[in-house]
């Protein structure tokens, strides 16, 4: 019962602050450099540390070489929807057409992890439920706004905006029904929090972080971007890394 109320707890606070950016996309570039700092800190902060601890049979330099794979894949497929679209000549038009979309599925498929680890949680205990359902929580408005500045980055649709925080939505509901019919090992789990990381770093450092300084100046770039690491930070030291 407290499962399921966590759940729609998390999907209520997505959609939060997915609408929140929608609302302000007027000031996108602002957004893009607060969310780039909160992809990048998220990767630092949360991520990475996570994935080293539980999947730390593999050893360090495995788990690192997984963030690499993961920066490395999403920078070659879009360097490959680059080259095909200067073929075409269509160069401007499409550089970015698909990377808000994979970031957006990457959030998605990030959301059904913290679906899946809420069920795993409380089918242990309530009380290890709630340790791991409180920090996804309050960190699922980050994923909402994330989600929607990546999109609206790449000219995406205020209506795509919303079906892609639609699928996030879906998700996590997923994720925690299929809990009791997954057998993901801690290793593997790591494994996939560490990809994840590589791809959270290169949207925020390659992808968001230059065109946020190129549309606004670079001082007030630098204080969002800033706050966006804060804001990770403070999240997981006070309320832990899930």
């Keep these: ?131 791991i359902a409180l920090p996804i929580i309050i960190h699922s408005f980050v994923d909402g706004l994330n989600t929607v500045v990546i999109l609206l980055k790449d000219k995406k649709s205020r209506k795509e905006c919303v079906n892609w925080l639609g699928i996030q939505a879906i998700a996590p509901i997923a994720g925690f029904i299929l809990a009791p019919f997954f057998s993901l090992t801690d290793r593997a789990l790591g494994l996939m929090l560490a990809f994840f990381a590589g791809l959270f770093l290169y949207i925020g450092g390659s992808d968001l972080l230059p065109e946020a300084h190129k549309e606004k100046s670079t001082y007030s770039a630098l204080v969002a971007t800033i706050a966006g690491f804060l804001i990770i930070f403070l999240l997981v030291r006070f309320l832990g890394s899930h």
Excluded: W, Y
Aim: proline share 1%.
């Design 1 to 131: 019962m407290f499962g399921i109320l966590f759940i729609a707890l998390k999907i209520i606070f997505t959609f939060f602050g997915g609408i929140f950016t929608l609302k302000k996309k007027n000031h996108l570039s602002l957004l893009m450099a607060l969310s780039a700092g909160m992809l990048v800190g998220v990767s630092i902060f949360d991520l990475i540390p996570e994935s080293l601890e539980i999947a730390d049979d593999f050893g360090h330099q495995t788990v690192m070489l997984m963030v690499a794979a993961g920066f490395l894949i999403f920078h070659i497929l879009e360097r490959a929807m680059v080259l095909h679209a200067c073929r075409e000549s269509e160069c401007e038009a499409h550089v970015h057409s698909h990377i808000g979309r994979f970031g957006a599925l990457g959030m998605s498929i990030h959301g059904f992890l913290d679906g899946l680890a809420i069920g795993v949680g409380f089918s242990i205990s309530q009380g290890i439920g709630f340790i």
